[in-house]
């Protein structure tokens, strides 16, 4: 089992920034990919980042590129998500989400690949 805690959410203006950072714990001394989803209001939670378990090979929604970039610690089992340029539409509840992987390099950007979730942080964008 691996647990995962999200903090760094908030309210912050159009063009603000803000810095996820996602918290394991458990078992992990296994290989996993993480990812970054999120879900606004009445819609459906969606894909945002992705990083896999070296770090070098990464993969973001078509939104968020140039503006979000995420990292990872693996010494301290930590996942980041900087969001710069923030807008309005990136609004919503953020979660992190980690899968079990034998492969270094590997990304994944759908939300049934994961086994693992956060109880997500809200973030909030105001016009």
């Known amino acids: 089992q691996v647990q995962l805690v999200e903090s760094g959410g908030g309210l912050v203006q159009t063009g603000g920034a803000l810095r996820l950072s996602c918290a394991a714990s458990?078992?992990?001394?296994?290989?996993?990919?993480m990812g970054w989803f999120r879900q606004a209001p009445g819609k459906e939670r969606e894909f945002v980042a992705t990083i896999s378990w070296s770090g070098d090979n990464t993969d973001y929604k078509d939104s968020v590129k140039g503006r979000f970039t995420v990292s990872r610690d693996n010494a301290k089992n930590t996942v980041y998500l900087q969001m710069n340029s923030l807008k309005p539409e990136d609004t919503g509840v953020y979660y992190c989400?980690?899968?079990?992987?034998?492969?270094?390099?590997?990304?994944?950007?759908?939300?049934?690949?994961?086994?693992?979730w956060g109880q997500g942080t809200q973030v909030t964008v105001s016009s």
């Open positions: 989400a980690a899968a079990k992987t034998y492969y270094t390099g590997r990304v994944k950007n759908t939300d049934y690949e994961y086994d693992y």
């Open positions: 458990g078992r992990t001394r296994n290989m996993y990919v």
